[in-house]
């Protein structure tokens, strides 16, 4: 409950502290740790990672919950409050506090490690400063803001309520949750009265939940693709990004790919599955095959290690690792900062979407397949037409009107008087 006899926080002045961390173990059994700040593992967190674990939950989702439990209990350490006794007062402040906080600036680890501080650190070499929240010149979208984003708002607020949900069932935690659902949903049962041909909706949110802004998909245009192409470097680099705008597979997809997975003489690509984790055979290009044989003749002179059962995509430089996401992301931002632009790689599964569900010989349900989506609903939302496409032809509308307006009207037709028409209907015919 509220406690209304509790003295008004400051939450313009809070400020997090940088305490504890959540650590990587390498352990299949135990992938993360949340530590507080003498390096003590929290074991209600502990607990619950296991229940996700338990729950077939991948380490990269154990990693996102993790990092949003971290900034929950950075919020309670510097309130000194224990994490069972903490109220819906605190909760509301919490999720308060993120609508008008800014995101921390941390320190880069290039920067931490030579032991500069917030004050020591070196200034940029570029004069060129990106302003947190504009939206680019070339691609139109928006740079990430400096407070945090409704999506990100969205998904700690569920995090933190199911953590709670989870040891109040276990009885490990406070009687109520700090983090309740929504008043007019909370008696009710989620889709009580539904009808079979209508899908099924979101009925159970969270009370500090906040409204999710619908984002239409992204793609690239093809000129602009040719550009970024234009600006890779390397081979491996080209086939990259001629297989994720081909199959339409997501970036951590397709690095999951071993040297078995390519079938050149079927044009299939194995990838593992984000979701379901499910191995699934996509169709490509063949100019991404192209690429890829280029890739490998590569890879063959230089000495990266071979096998079927390696992975298919390797770093450049010795000592030779697997080629992981983040990677795979620099590589493609050093091209986007070439022409001034900010796509992202996920934008390449738009753009292969996009591509396919605007056929009008591939069938909507082949494009799911392709996709892995569970709901037709999800596919259809690449049905509509593009932000640049809706814009040229609302600029080709109003030069129409414009070509109209400036048109001399047509003569009369034989047989009328041309200052009778003008009386009677003025200058419109």
């Given amino acids: 409950m509220l406690q209304v006899d509790v003295p008004e926080r400051d939450l313009a002045a809070f400020v997090l502290p940088e305490l504890g961390r959540l650590q990587e173990t390498g352990d299949q059994w135990a992938p993360y740790q949340l530590l507080d700040q003498d390096g003590v593992v929290v074991d209600p967190v502990r607990v619950f990672f296991a229940e996700l674990q338990a729950e077939d939950k991948p380490a990269s ?14 919020f309670l350490w510097a309130l000194n409050i224990e994490w069972n006794r903490a109220t819906r007062t605190d909760a509301r402040d919490f999720i308060r506090w ?12 290039r920067h931490r490690k030579a032991g500069y501080s917030e004050e020591t650190v070196p200034k ?47 009885g490990t935690g406070p009687i109520i949750n700090p983090f309740p659902l929504d008043r007019s949903r909370r008696n009710s049962r989620a889709n009580g009265h539904h009808t079979p041909d209508r ?118 430089r010795r000592p030779w690792r697997p080629l992981n996401y983040d990677a795979a992301r620099a590589m493609f931002n050093r091209a986007n900062d070439l022409l001034g632009a900010n796509w992202t790689l996920h934008d390449l599964r738009h753009t292969a979407s996009y591509r396919l569900a605007r056929d009008p010989n591939m069938p909507l349900t082949d494009v799911q397949w392709v996709l892995g989506h569970a709901h037709l609903t999800t596919t259809q939302l690449y049905l509509p037409a593009s932000q640049d496409e809706v814009i040229e032809r609302v600029r080709a509308h109003h030069a129409r009107r414009a070509e109209q307006r400036d048109r001399p009207p047509a003569p009369p037709a034989p047989g009328y008087n041309p200052d009778s028409l003008k009386t009677l209907f003025g200058n419109s015919w």
């Fill in 124 to 170: 940029p070499r570029t004069t060129r400063k990106k302003i947190p929240g504009t939206p680019n010149a070339i691609t139109g979208k928006v740079s990430p803001g400096p407070q945090y984003a409704a999506r990100t708002r969205a998904h700690c607020e569920s995090v933190l309520r199911t953590f709670y949900d989870f040891h109040q069932d276990e």
């Fill in 61 to 74: 989702t154990v990693r996102s919950y993790g990092m949003d439990l971290l900034r929950w209990w950075r």
């Fill in 199 to 316: 899908p099924f909706a979101q009925e159970r949110t969270g009370r500090y939940r906040p409204t999710i802004p619908k984002r239409a998909p992204r793609r690239i245009p093809d000129e602009m693709f040719n550009a970024l192409f234009a600006a890779l470097r390397h081979n491996r680099d080209r086939a990259l990004l001629a297989f994720w705008v081909s199959n339409g597979a997501r970036a951590e997809e397709l690095l999951t790919s071993r040297q078995r997975d390519a079938l050149p003489g079927q044009q299939l690509v194995g990838v593992i599955r984000k979701g379901t984790r499910a191995y699934q055979q996509l169709p490509c290009s063949t100019d991404a095959f192209v690429w890829l044989r280029l890739y490998q003749e590569e890879t063959r002179r230089d000495g990266i290690p071979r096998g079927k059962n390696l992975p298919l995509w390797w770093t450049l």
């Fill in 98 to 109: 993120m609508q008008i906080a800014n995101k921390p600036q941390r320190l880069h680890w």
